[in-house]
T-cell receptor, first 111, second 115 residues
Framework: QKEVEQNSGPLSVPEGAIASLNCTYSDRGSQSFFWYRQYSGKSPELIMFIYSNGDKEDGRFTAQLNKASQYVSLLIRDSQPSDSATYLCAVNSYNNNDMRFGAGTRLTVKP | GAVVSQHPSWVICKSGTSVKIECRSLDFQATTMFWYRQFPKQSLMLMATSNEGSKATYEQGVEKDKFLINHASLTLSTLTVTSAHPEDSSFYIC???????????FGDGTRLSIL
């Protein structure tokens, strides 16, 4: 079982729709959770992080965490073509600076 | 804030050359720095983790004598690809973290092409 699992996609949504990206993790000791965006040929950039159960909103992005289900998601509202990228979920265990990345979900937002 | 600078952006060199890549955290102290490699259309692959003043911890299958990592200060880590060969051609990306549970912040990456 992979430590961090994401659906590889591609996920295709029309412009203006909500894109929902999902991630599950295997280590119950995980304490911090991150979403990165990676455009083709570029390095990853941090979008959001979340530490507590529930929702965290930042602009058009909402991260959702459910530690009981070992599940973290990213919602992108009002999706734009510029949101087309690969989204990486990353999980860190407490007291262990050992971040594990999922393989990423490729999102395409069609105009 | 949290800017990581990586140089050079591009390297093209002959087989057998050694190449050094620098990674600097510009506005924070990075207790840990990470080195990744990414082949086209593939996932990030962690190569090694380094803490300031300590030897790097390499992932399984990564040759420590080929990929030399030095983390001499809290703001600088270097990766040297020794005697590079065409199969070492890849996109190398560094990242830096300010501590446990802190995000990793990535440099812009170095595209290495060995002829």
């Amino acid at each position: 079982q992979k430590e961090v699992e994401q659906n590889s996609g591609p996920l295709s949504v029309p412009e203006g729709a909500i894109a929902s990206l999902n991630c599950t993790y295997s280590d119950r000791g995980s304490q911090s959770f991150f979403w990165y965006r990676q455009y083709s040929g570029k390095s990853p950039e941090l979008i959001m992080f979340i530490y507590s159960n529930g929702d965290k909103e930042d602009g058009r992005f909402t991260a959702q965490l459910n530690k009981a289900s070992q599940y973290v998601s990213l919602l992108i509202r009002d999706s734009q073509p510029s949101d087309s990228a690969t989204y990486l979920c990353a999980v860190n265990s407490y007291n262990n600076n050992d971040m594990r990345f999922g393989a990423g979900t490729r999102l395409t937002v069609k105009p | 804030g949290a800017v990581v600078s990586q140089h050079p952006s591009w390297v093209i060199c002959k087989s057998g050359t050694s190449v050094k890549i620098e990674c600097r955290s510009l506005d924070f102290q990075a207790t840990t720095m990470f080195w990744y490699r990414q082949f086209p259309k593939q996932s990030l692959m962690l190569m090694a983790t380094s803490n300031e003043g300590s030897k790097a911890t390499y992932e399984q299958g990564v040759e420590k004598d080929k990929f030399l990592i030095n983390h001499a200060s809290l703001t600088l880590s270097t990766l040297t690809v020794t005697s590079a060969h065409p199969e070492d051609s890849s996109f190398y990306i560094c990242s830096a973290s300010g501590g446990n549970n802190q995000p990793q912040h990535f440099g812009d990456g170095t595209r290495l092409s060995i002829l």
